[in-house]
């Protein structure tokens, strides 16, 4: 036997090769041992390699080709001219703007003209006259049945809210909806309740595969490399960064518009008091959350990606994105929520006008939030819903107060005899 020979023959022999000379592993941490994982999950790298713009670039992109090509199969199988079919959505809603929903549910329902959709809406704590609006403008959607679950354990989404530091516990519902929509049912759409209309069909988005996931979902970050991690405390007891755990807890997915693998969920066991520990060792370590972000830190990069246009956050989005044709419009980022901002056909010009003189790609509404040019058309669409709805009487007059306020505020005043979009 040769020499080479010898050497691969002892390299087969189990024992693994040495590192090269200046190769130190890392010492264990005294008494230190990962937690254990409740969930199992495929075995992923913890960190990219190093990367330099260009490649950066193209690894950006690879993403956006697999959810393209994968959508034109979905397209050509579940869309286009096809049969009458039955959609399962759900939202999760609680606070003073239920009646806010009104919107999304009769985009949704004109948008499948020809199907049958059943709508589960989640809620904790939602008084009789809400429930019994909401009841009733659906009775009035000839494709669109209603079905109310109430979730009567209100104590872990409070405590969430709480360890999150975000408001409304509704926001985790979707987090238990394994567990309280019927064993029969594999998938379901979900999609937030007061800030989406629905503008294309959405059945090849509920037919996607999972892949063996948990989740179908756009990304958070759509222009920046994929993040593929473990689950928060497995890449925290390995020496994840804190860059990337903070990543983490702003949600690896964006959980506007998503397709939950209830079949997974419930094979894996997962409860909230899983979400409950993971919560309260993020507030330990100092993150806070939402319910995108709680998914993250629990289950890792535990999702297959879908096209951006189910879930298009325009305000963000780039010019070629907006070009797509969107299933699904989202009033996503440090922009005001639709019903909060109504502006009149000359306002608009106005805007456009002040933009233009100043040189500015923005308006600035207030320290947090500004408008561009392009953010009108999709705000115009929401009001055209919302025109056909009981609930425009109640939101048009505020948005339209605000509008003129905040204007007024930024110089950009539009005559008063200006006539308001319906």
Same mark, same amino acid.
């Given at each position: ?85 039955? /959609? ?138 994929? /993040? ?112 909060? /901002? ?81």
């Amino acid at each position: 036997m040769s020499r080479a020979s010898r050497r691969r023959s002892r390299n087969r022999s189990g024992r693994p090769r040495p590192g090269p000379p200046d190769h130190r592993w890392p010492a264990p941490r005294a008494g230190h041992r990962p937690p254990d994982d409740p969930f199992p999950h495929p075995a992923v790298p913890m960190k990219l390699f190093p990367l330099s713009s260009l490649p950066k670039r193209a690894y950006r992109l690879l993403p956006r080709l697999w959810t393209s090509g994968l959508d034109l199969v979905q397209q050509r199988r579940h869309g286009g001219d096809r049969p009458p079919a039955r /959609l399962d959505v759900m939202t999760a809603i609680g606070g003073n703007d239920a009646d806010v929903l009104q919107v999304l549910l009769l985009s949704l329902s004109e948008a499948h003209p020809r199907d049958r959709i059943t709508f589960w809406m989640f809620y904790l704590d939602l008084g009789p006259a809400k429930l019994a609006s909401l009841t009733a403008f659906c009775e009035g959607l000839p494709n669109l049945t209603l079905q109310l679950v109430r979730v009567p354990e209100k104590a872990d989404f409070a405590l969430l809210s709480k360890l999150g530091g975000r408001p409304f516990g509704a926001r985790f519902l979707w987090l238990a909806a394994h567990l309280h929509l019927p064993p029969e049912m594999s998938r379901i759409i979900y999609l937030d309740p007061l800030d989406m209309i629905v503008t294309d069909d959405l059945l090849p988005l509920l037919h996607q595969p999972f892949f063996g996931r948990y989740l179908v979902a756009c990304r958070e970050y759509p222009h920046r490399p994929p /993040l593929i991690s473990r689950p928060a405390r497995q890449a925290h007891a390995r020496g994840a960064s804190a860059e990337k755990l903070q990543r983490m807890s702003w949600g690896i997915v964006n959980s506007g518009a998503i397709v939950l693998n209830l079949d997974k969920f419930r094979r894996d066991g997962v409860t909230m008091a899983h979400y409950v520990e993971v919560g309260r060792w993020a507030q330990e370590i100092g993150l806070s959350f939402g319910d995108q972000g709680l998914f993250s830190l629990t289950h890792g990069s535990d999702y297959t990606q879908t096209h951006d246009r189910y879930n298009l956050r325009f305000h963000d989005a780039g010019r070629r994105d907006r070009t797509l044709p969107p299933a699904v419009i989202h009033f996503a980022g440090r922009i005001p929520k639709p019903y909060h /901002l109504r502006l009149t056909s000359e306002q608009q010009q106005q805007v456009l006008d002040h933009l233009a003189r100043t040189g500015l790609p923005a308006l600035p509404l207030n320290a947090h939030q500004t408008l561009k040019p392009h953010d009108l058309d999709y705000y115009r669409q929401w009001w055209d819903v919302c025109a056909r709805t009981p609930v425009h009487a109640r939101v048009a007059p505020m948005a339209a107060d605000y509008a003129a306020r905040v204007l007024a505020e930024q110089g950009v005043d539009a005559p008063p005899e200006a006539a308001p979009l319906p």
